[in-house]
């Protein structure tokens, strides 16, 4: 082969490898893995709190530290919700957002954003096998793990026509008996939160326009409801 040659093969091979990397690079991006980089070095750096507890979540655990700030403040309650993620895209970001803090407790809460094909058509299966993943990962690092249920939806307003509500109900069973299964915390919003048609009730909990987000008489709900789960959590042996 001549120096040309080789010259050539190297040259493709290095445009592939740097395709990768943007590709990479992209999928980072993508996943807002560094949103928090700032905020966890600045923990990793303080005094460790005896009773850190991670929220893991989306746009509805994201939007609780707006509507309540006061119950993430000085709680020892940490809020890493990223709006519109999927359950992939939390994997992706499971280490740094939440076992490099090293909590006692990690309070998932993920489905709806794969639901709504966020990121794709997601069969229920595949969302709970990927909510299942966090909590393994969650336990084998000595993290105590709450999951939440998946909140009633009968309609999302930026993806209309996707009917949820019957899949929100198989995923929560699927959520629950896996829970039971491996000792873990099913933490059950949707029981408190849903109305007759299965949907978030208006104007209750959530506004008429929204139907997915609480309103801050939905999140004083579930925070009562948290509290409960994270102190039986910190409790068991």
Same mark, same amino acid.
């Given at each position: 082969?001549?120096?040309?040659?080789?010259?050539?093969?190297?040259? +493709?091979?290095?445009?592939?490898?740097?395709?990768?990397?943007?590709?990479?690079?992209?999928?980072?991006?993508?996943?807002? +893995?560094?949103?928090?980089?700032?905020?966890?070095?600045?923990?990793?750096?303080?005094?460790?709190?005896?009773?850190?507890?991670?929220?893991?979540?989306?746009?509805?655990?994201?939007?609780?530290?707006?509507?309540?700030?006061?119950?993430?403040?000085?709680?020892?309650?940490?809020?890493?919700?990223?709006?519109?993620?999927?359950?992939?895209?939390?994997?992706?970001?499971?280490?740094?957002?939440?076992?490099?803090?090293?909590?006692?407790?990690?309070?998932?809460?993920?489905?709806?954003?794969?639901?709504?094909?966020?990121?794709?058509?997601?069969?229920?299966?595949?969302?709970?096998?990927?909510?299942?993943?966090?909590?393994?990962?969650?336990?084998?690092?000595?993290?105590?793990?709450?999951?939440?249920?998946?909140?009633?939806?009968?309609?999302?307003?930026?993806?209309?026509?996707?009917?949820?509500?019957?899949?929100?109900?198989?995923?929560?069973?699927?959520?629950?008996?896996?829970?039971?299964? *491996?000792?873990?915390?099913?933490?059950?919003?949707?029981?408190?939160?849903?109305?007759?048609?299965?949907?978030?009730?208006?104007?209750?909990?959530?506004?008429?326009?929204?139907?997915? *987000?609480?309103?801050?008489?939905?999140?004083?709900?579930?925070?009562?409801?948290?509290?409960?789960?994270?102190?039986?959590?910190?409790?068991?042996?």
């Amino acid at each position: 082969m001549t120096f040309k040659n080789v010259f050539s093969v190297l040259t +493709v091979l290095a445009m592939s490898i740097q395709g990768s990397k943007s590709l990479a690079q992209d999928w980072r991006s993508f996943a807002n +893995v560094d949103r928090y980089a700032e905020a966890n070095l600045k923990l990793s750096k303080g005094p460790a709190d005896d009773n850190r507890v991670v929220f893991m979540g989306d746009s509805i655990t994201e939007g609780w530290g707006y509507f309540d700030p006061e119950f993430f403040e000085g709680s020892g309650y940490i809020n890493r919700g990223i709006g519109g993620q999927t359950t992939p895209q939390m994997l992706l970001r499971f280490r740094p957002d939440v076992i490099e803090l090293e909590p006692k407790v990690v309070v998932i809460l993920a489905g709806t954003n794969d639901l709504a094909g966020n990121t794709g058509v997601t069969d229920v299966q595949t969302i709970a096998d990927n909510i299942m993943s966090m909590s393994e990962i969650a336990d084998h690092n000595g993290i105590r793990v709450i999951i939440a249920s998946v909140l009633p939806a009968i309609d999302f307003p930026w993806k209309s026509g996707l009917e949820p509500a019957s899949k929100i109900v198989k995923l929560n069973l699927m959520l629950q008996l896996y829970a039971q299964e *491996h000792n873990f915390i099913y933490l059950d919003y949707y029981s408190s939160l849903v109305d007759e048609e299965g949907g978030l009730k208006v104007p209750e909990y959530t506004a008429a326009d929204d139907l997915v *987000h609480p309103n801050k008489v939905g999140y004083v709900v579930m925070e009562k409801l948290a509290n409960q789960a994270i102190q039986a959590a910190l409790a068991a042996k």
